[in-house]
């Protein structure tokens, strides 16, 4: 076999007990194919969940080595994990990838860091996040970003050119407050993360999370020095750094909170893992409190006006097969006076986004925004709602290179509208 | 054996760069389909976008003498979309288009890759559906599906998939491209569609097929039923079907299968019952009310359990979830096991049942069941541990005794996912020497070259036989045909 020398480029994770009994759980049905974003658009089995599955296995049963061409499948892979809810046989297709990426970083080790690292060492920083943003403020106020799109400077970086694109929308600072007492009368206290492209990106909806919840008698908890959840570190095999986050993170909480609520669907499925790669102590018993913010809304007592809006809803994938929340949503939307809810054809094949992946596979991430935006102007709604970042991003730039004008929100914005604590 | 350099880079010049698979990874994945026992890699995959770029490939691999296997979505259960020799795997994922629906004329043109659900879903809108509902129809290809003949839970009522097969486009083993039937019924001449469906790639690669379409029945009503035994579920299939009944469905599953599907896809089957069954009535509301009452009696005549109707469309689909997706939940029970697919004489469902829970006793495994009772045609799943080399000789054994007791009773060693490489040997047992030699001469036809799927439907070597030693191909290329 081409590829790894001995010692590094043989599976470590993948070959555990745990490891082999996950990849052989899958009797190769094939019942994940259609479901697959990659599968979808090269009709590839390599690049498929069951070709990918039998990959990692002759890895882990020594039959292959680590070759580029097997990271090359991998990498690819957007690790949206719709194959998971259409597995029959219950293969924890996420955990494999996560637990082969592991494997396949140690085989990169030290080498140029690229793009890929230098995204891991900006995203999981709020900080950093923030500054950056500052220094893209000025690069599109000094009119450096129209220079650089009209002379095509980008044209042959396409990572670099996904990113300008998603730095589209740059809104000023939102203060959220780190406590706002819950409406009587009070039914808890839960924490809200902040989340590190949420609170720089979409600040706004941060505040309407917290102002909702309040409103539906919860007392809201945002510290200010909270880190970064390790989604990012997790999906990229940084299983290392991924727990040394969430350890962190799970330090920042208090402990005596009913919940911690996510607006994020990538934090909050990677947080609910915690007890997964974390399994003793606070990390998991965090990851038993972990809950989307539509979980706790759906059904709360809200005062709402009508909103004459015809809205379809996107999945986002780390919600709707990460962390099976579909109908919360939904339920939230529908619950809104005068919106009609449309339903969104494939409503949860993958946009495209898939944390980082845009950027780093702008080819395959385009082609899937592009299926996307079809399928949602054909619906004929007027927005389109979706509970992540990365999707509000990916769909929103997704909508404007179509020339469309469907608003892409966070279903809380809609709702934070309708109970008349949104923006005006 | 290795593609010439010059073969990969006609191939490649014919799909391009982005249609074709060379690397050892891509290759690899190929190797098997659902029945992974037999791997067998091809020496390069082509993922061609049209009839025309199908007819290039066919001809560089008659040039170069290289074998050609289809493949669609790969979920055939009998080895057929592996390469045993290697050459040439020609993938139809790429030509997934539907050419054209004609609701005037009952019928849709598509391309052999499509998904068989797929159809469905593009008609379900107007109130049409297309009949053959193989469990793989979420991921199985249509062109796949014409392949193996394949059947289905709703077969029983409407037919398997030759029954619905108006017209194929297919590229022979000779190079022709071929238009079978058409969209009139009954073409005059040789039923050549009949012919060409179920021929599983060995005469040619089909490019396009026209199905029929059905209109949607008016009420539909599904009725699971509860039993303590597979025996008693069984003597309750005779009767339904004595009783002049034609369920549009009649599925068994035994209790092993209820616990993986319960646990792999929520149906929620009755977990305490030996068997259930699942049946389907449509058609007229008031047959569909009055057949209900019926079937539901029988079931309580003969000791159901339970007998409860899906209360609206949401319980129903559930209820086929659970049954569609049965293989795939067996992963819950074993990591390797062998799927059989034999049929007996609906009134020999209890004998073989006995006999059935009597071989899994003797070789120590379990048989868990899931099958199409209504039609006699069993899935026996042979659960067995792949590691243990001792263990698959046993589940060898349990399989090869099964299907000799089926054919003793009157049966056949395939009902529906065909023959392959799995079942090639099996087929004396059923067919005469005059027999196969007439289908080796009638594949030669097709594909004097014997470059077309080759190792499949046919016994190829004599030793697999009983006795049967099968003719090489003998009509010379551009004989009298």
Known sequence: MPGGSQGEGRAGGLASAEGLAGLRACVHCGICLPQCPTYRVLGEEMDSPRGRLYLMRAVAE???????????????????????????????????????????ERRRGRGRPGLRGLLLALFPHPDRVGALLALARLYRQVGLQRLVRARGWLARAPGLAAMDVLLDRLPAAVPVPEYLPGREPVRGRVGLLAGCVQRHLYPDVNRDTARLLSLAGWDVVTQARQGCCGALDLHAGRLGTFRRRARALTAAFPRDLDWVVTNAAGCGSAMREYGHWLPDGEAAALAGRTRDVSELLADADLPLRPLPLTVTYHDACHLAHGQRVRAEPRAMLRRIPGLRLVE???????????????????????????????????????????????????????????????????PVTLLARAAGVGEP | MALSAQVVSALAAIVGETGIVVSPEGRMTYECDMHTFYKGAPDVVVLPTSAEQVEAIVGVCRAHRVPIVPRGSGTGLIG?????????????????????????????????????LWLTRAVAGRGWFFAPDPSSQMVSSI?????????????????????????????????????????????????????????????????????????????????????RSVVEASQTVSAIIAA???????????????????????????????????????GPRAEVEAQGVRAAALCREHGALSVSVARDEAERALLWKGRKEAAGAVGRLTAAYLLQDAVVPRSKLPDIMREMAAIGERQGLLIANVFHAGDGNLHPIICYDDRDPAQLARAKEANESLLRACIALGGSVTGEHGVGVDKAKNLPLQYGEADLNFMYRLRGVFDPRGLMNPGKLLPS??????????????LPEGAWV
């Not at chain 1, 994990?81 to 494997?103: K, M, N």
């Open chain 2, 461 to 474: 070597h004599p030793a697999c036989g009983e006795g049967f030693r099968p003719a090489r191909p003998v």
């Open chain 1, 62 to 104: 020594g039959r292959l080595d680590i070759t580029d061409g097997y990271t090359r499948h991998l990498d690819l892979c957007l690790g949206c994990r719709a194959c998971e809810t259409a597995c029959p046989a219950g293969v924890p297709f996420g955990r494999l990838l996560e637990t082969a990426r592991g494997d396949m």
């Open chain 2, 244 to 282: 002049g009944m034609i369920p549009a469905a009649l599925e068994m599953l035994d209790a092993a299968m209820i616990g993986a599907i319960n646990a792999g896809t929520g149906a929620g089957y009755p977990a305490d019952a030996g068997a259930v069954l699942l049946i389907e009535l449509d």
């Open chain 2, 143 to 227: 062109g796949g599906n014409v392949s193996t003949n394949a059947g289905g839970p709703h077969c029983l009522k409407y037919g398997i998939t030759t029954n619905h097969v108006l017209g194929l486009e297919i590229v022979t083993g000779r190079g022709e491209r071929l238009r079978l039937g058409g969209k009139a019924p009954d073409p005059p001449g040789y039923d050549l569609v009949g012919t060409a469906v179920g021929a599983e790639g060995t005469f040619g690669l089909v490019t396009a097929v026209t199905v029929r379409l059905l209109h949607a029945p008016e009420a539909v009503k599904t009725v699971l039923a509860a039993f």
């Open chain 1, 344 to 410: 969104l054809a494939d409503s949860d094949l993958c946009c495209g986004s898939a944390g980082i992946y845009n950027i780093l596979e702008p080819e395959m991430a385009g082609r899937l925004a592009e299926m996307k935006v079809e399928s949602i102007v054909e619906t004929g709604a007027t927005a389109v709602a979706t509970g992540n970042p990365g999707c509000l991003m990916q769909i929103a730039a997704g909508l404007r290179r179509r020339g469309s004008a469907v608003e892409v929100v966070h």
């Open chain 2, 80 to 116: 057929g979309a592996m390469a045993p020799a290697g050459g040439v795997m020609v993938s139809m994922t790429r030509m997934n288009a539907i050419l054209e629906i004609d609701l005037a004329s009952r019928c849709a043109t598509v391309q052999p890759g499509l998904i068989n």
